[in-house]
């Protein structure tokens, strides 16, 4: 596997740096837009991170913002117009990763800390083969037995982090259903917790029980994902996938909501050794 340096976490923090540039220079979007004879929307997109960025356009930009030409800081935002520019390993899979969940993975492959609560399905970096291929069959209603295993091999590909040198700090809490609800039949979902076990233990790996019996919780609108990064200048992202789209939230007020929120849900939660007891009487009853 390539190297998990992450193009759509470059792009993100390439787009802030231009963004700051353009506050310190006291330009609105429309006036750099009306200056290059470009289009307001070229500018928002390259600001909000949807696009790749040429270098030669950054070197527009940063021309207009009166940056100094060929300087350190100048340099350094050229590299990181040219590595934004690079293919993450996920475009190995090809049409396996749809669009709308290729920003994840690239926010995913470089992420310091993940924090999740998922309600109906294990976490994506905890699930066997076996487990995901029920579960993509579950729920890609028309996909092909070609496509079910590609998306099961991104998945596998994904959990190749989990564990190495770089590993995440990751603190995942289920909902109880999720360790209930027998996914791929008996067999499946036996070994499924067995992997859960075995992953709880890992010193990155904080995996918590939301039990039936704490009733209304702050997670009843669903799941969510909290991915923080290592550079200060790379804000958290809390990320929610439903069926029709996908929300990349990274407001401080849409932050903080999650936070107290996922802040709440593990304080409900059972701790973790009591968790893992409750998994391993879970497998036990599929026995």
């Known amino acids: 596997m390539p190297a998990r340096s992450s193009p759509t976490v470059k792009r993100r923090r390439l787009a ?9 220079a006291g330009l609105t979007i429309e006036e750099v837009a009306e200056r290059l004879e470009w289009s307001a929307a070229k500018i928002s997109r390259i600001e909000n991170s949807r696009v790749s960025v040429l270098p030669r356009d950054v070197k527009f ?43 994840y993975v690239g926010l995913e492959a470089e ?111 669903g799941a969510f994902m909290i991915l923080g990064f290592p550079e200060p200048t790379d804000p958290d992202v809390a990320y929610v996938h439903y069926y029709s789209g996908t929300l990349y939230l990274e407001k401080p007020p849409e932050l903080q909501r999650y936070a107290l929120m996922f802040d709440h849900l593990r304080a409900a939660a059972l701790p973790v050794d009591a968790s893992r007891e409750l998994i391993g009487r879970a497998a036990d009853e599929l026995a």
């Open 16 to 24: 802030a740096e231009l963004r700051r540039h353009r506050d310190d």
């Open 61 to 103: 930009l940063l021309r207009t913002y009166g940056a100094e030409d060929g300087g350190e800081e100048w340099e350094a935002l050229l590299t990181l117009a040219r590595e934004s520019r690079q293919k993450g390993w996920w475009h190995a899979y090809g049409d396996a990763i749809p669009a709308w969940f290729e920003t």
């Open 111 to 221: 992420a310091a800390t993940l924090r999740t609560y998922e309600s109906e399905i294990v976490p994506g970096l905890f699930q066997t083969e076996e487990y995901a291929r029920a579960v993509n069959r579950a729920t890609m209603l028309t996909a092909s037995d070609e496509e079910i295993e590609k998306q099961a091999a991104v998945r596998m590909a994904r959990q190749e982090r989990v564990g190495a040198p770089d590993s995440p700090k990751l603190w995942a809490i289920v909902n109880e259903a999720v360790i209930r609800r027998a996914v791929g039949g008996r067999g499946v979902m036996r070994a499924q917790l067995g992997k859960l076990t075995e992953v709880s233990r890992q010193p990155d790996v904080t995996l918590q029980v939301l039990p039936f019996g704490v009733g209304a919780h702050a997670g009843m609108d």
